[in-house]
């Protein structure tokens, strides 16, 4: 299973970006789909994440702002940042729990900068 990841880039304060994550390989269904990010100096974090059933979980900074959500035909999950911030400034990761012939296991994508010019 591979996660590829996209969307990241320069955004001014106040701008939008989205970033788009699509799983490929074998795949059985995909239980929870998410976005962590890590800021130079700082340890990784949870931004959103949402589950197989559409509920959602944001990080409270973020809450307002961003938004999560998926596409289980495409096995793609996006996330829309509007209103950034120079502090959202960090390497964005797709994170996936997917269910395969393995078994459940945990999945992370390359990471796409995001980057917020005051």
């Known amino acids: 299973v591979q996660l590829q990841a996209c969307g990241g880039g320069l955004a001014q304060a106040g701008g939008s970006l989205r970033l788009s994550c699509a799983a490929s390989g074998s795949i059985f269904r995909i239980n929870v789909m998410g976005w962590y990010r890590q800021a130079p100096g700082k340890q990784r974090e949870s931004v959103a994440a949402t589950a197989s059933g559409g509920s959602t979980v944001y990080k409270d900074s973020v809450k307002g702002r961003f938004t999560i959500s998926r596409d289980n035909a495409k096995n793609t999950v996006y996330l829309q940042m509007n209103s950034l911030k120079p502090e959202d400034t960090a390497v964005y990761y797709c994170?996936?729990?997917?269910?395969?012939?393995?078994?459940?296991?945990?999945?992370w994508g390359k990471g796409t900068l995001v980057t917020v010019s005051s």
């Open positions: 994170n996936a729990v997917v269910l395969s012939v393995d078994g459940a296991k945990n999945y």
